[in-house]
């Protein structure tokens, strides 16, 4: 696996950094608004990305950047390399949302205001395609796909990926999520006006809000058929993938949570566990009002007793990056037998029955749940299963 977020550069970093309790939020760097209220974000340092090499010296944007980081990262941690995958079917399937897209203002401003723009930013955009970029960056002939489902892009990419390999069509799977900040993206979250003023509070009492964040995660997933390279570390298995939508609102969850609960049903049914063997829930736990409590009730009413969290109050919501980010440190966490705290979370809302962690806990148990709730009520869930490192 591999990991950039505001947190740490890097997979160990993020979860020293999450086990720690650091917070790194700030005010928007990279770009201004006109905004009275400026929201913290969570934005990736400049120090924590390398300089971008490209065998093709194509040009790429932060959102293909951080992509390609934690892929050459998954993959060195997982002992493959471009001589052993050559001749096997990769596949590279990876979540997103305006996958910076909308990060050419300049070159739209002046092209409406009968300019003749340079056509730079209109080559950096054909060539960043996350899927696409990764595939033609580490030769990797298999299907290709980039997901855009809002914030369960990343969750349903690496359910995506895990079906491949489950029907043959791939050995090995490239899967995960990646997004950058975007002035555009930060404008319309603040015109909702669910963007706290204050970082982060997912579960707690004074909730107002989500911050944004951006950074990347990638898992390299295997068919348990294909023998590897000797030196491989087996991080664990993807027992369970569901997915569903109940097209409630726009921007707002199913009240009764319908979507979610067919969603965390069909994965639980899929990986053949129950409440029983489930260690804890990494919740996509925005912040904001709604969203923790028709999750808290859910979780409440599916999962009773279970311990969750939310690790959106260290890396902000990175919106397509986020199911990718989270699945991540699930299994992470599986590995090193312990969760973190629950960022931001300090007094108990009357209206959820059921409690984040508050504190860095030992777990014992093997299984994790990682959810993803997004707009247009689309829902996402996978079922993880830890080894020992």
């Known amino acids: 696996m591999g990991c950039m977020s505001a947190a740490g550069p890097d997979l160990a970093g993020c979860l020293d950094g999450i086990f720690a309790g650091h917070r790194n939020h700030s005010l928007p760097a990279r770009f201004k ?5 400026s ?54 399937c990876i979540g997103t ?46 299907p290709r796909q980039t997901v855009v489902n809002a914030c369960s892009s990343g969750t349903d990419a690496i359910g995506i ?25 930060y404008n319309g979250f603040a015109s909702l006006m669910i963007m706290d003023n204050f970082p982060c509070r997912p579960f707690d009492l004074r909730r107002g809000g989500l911050n944004l964040g951006e950074g990347a995660a990638m898992m390299v997933l295997e068919s348990s058929r294909l023998r590897g390279p000797a030196d491989k570390n087996i991080l664990g298995n993807i027992l369970g993938y569901g997915s569903a939508c109940d097209a409630y609102h726009l921007t707002a969850p199913h009240p009764k949570g319908i979507g979610l609960r067919q969603a965390l049903t069909c994965a ?16 996509h736990g925005t912040g904001t009002r709604e969203n923790d409590k028709v999750e808290s009730m859910v979780l409440n009413d599916v999962l009773p007793g279970i311990p969750f969290l939310s690790t959106k109050g260290y890396t902000g919501h990175t919106l397509g990056a986020a199911g990718g980010i989270e699945a991540v440190f699930a299994l992470a966490c599986l590995a090193t037998g312990r969760i973190p705290a629950s960022a931001g979370y300090s007094e108990s809302d009357p209206g959820i029955r059921n409690q984040p962690i508050d504190k860095n806990t030992l777990i014992t148990k093997k299984v994790a749940v990682s959810q993803s709730l997004a707009f247009g009520g689309n829902n996402g869930v996978l079922i993880l299963q830890g080894c020992t490192i």
Not at 33 to 37: D, F, G, I, K, L
Not at 268 to 283: C, K, Y
């Open 33 to 37: 608004t006109s905004h009275n209220v």
């Open 161 to 185: 990926g895990a079906g491949w390999i489950e029907s043959g069509l791939c050995d090995v799977v490239v899967a995960g999520g990646t997004d950058e900040l975007c002035r555009v993206t």
């Open 39 to 92: 929201h913290p974000v969570f934005e990736v340092p400049a120090s924590f990305v390398a300089a971008p090499v490209s065998k093709e010296k194509y040009d790429y944007t932060l959102t293909v950047v951080y992509a390609l980081q934690t892929v050459a990262e998954a993959l060195n941690q997982s002992g493959w390399n471009r001589e052993l995958l050559r001749g096997l079917k990769v596949g590279v």
């Open 268 to 283: 639980l049914l899929m990986s053949g566990t129950s409440a029983s063997d489930i260690a804890f829930v990494n919740a």
């Open 97 to 142: 949302t305006v996958g910076s897209t909308l990060n050419s203002e300049e070159y739209y401003r002046e092209y409406l205001t009968g300019g003749q723009p340079d056509m730079t930013p209109v080559c950096r955009f054909l060539n960043s395609n996350p899927a696409s970029a990764i595939a033609r960056e580490f030769s990797l002939n298999g």
